[in-house]
């Protein structure tokens, strides 16, 4: 082994879970959740979940997220639904890892020890 090789521990799958939201009013956390992606360690696209907002959307952020109104329109479930989904399939000991995952975490309220074994990325932490 190199000495600058990094050694990944694999006692616990890591998965990266990303949330994409759309405006709901006009200030900064105005915020819906629109989207919600699970990808496994194997950069396998686990699951793309399209949420329909239960407050009307003021802008879907087109550019930055690629959420249209007609997709939410004809693929959007709710919220309680797409995070059922989402606990299906997310092994209760799995770490989470992306940028702001934290943030992700409690948009869909998952709860560690629970949902997840822990958190590792930029802006881990979460309330």
Not at 55 to 65: A, F, I, M, R
Request: charged share 15%; aromatic share 6%.
């Amino acid at each position: 082994m190199h000495s600058n090789s990094i050694l990944i521990p694999f006692d616990n799958p890591y998965f990266s879970v990303d949330v994409e939201c759309v405006a709901t009013g006009y200030d900064h956390n105005s915020r819906a959740v629109a989207q919600v992606s699970l990808v496994n360690q194997c950069e396998q696209a686990i699951l793309n979940l399209y949420v329909k907002p239960d407050k009307p959307v003021v802008s879907h952020l087109t550019p930055l997220t690629g959420i249209t109104k007609e997709l939410l329109e004809q693929y959007g479930i709710p919220l309680e639904e797409a995070v059922k989904i989402l606990r299906a399939n997310l092994p209760t000991n799995s770490i989470l890892v992306g940028q702001s995952i934290g943030q992700d975490v409690n948009w869909l309220g998952l709860k560690e020890g629970v949902d997840f074994a822990g958190l590792q990325g930029e802006a881990a932490s979460h309330a």
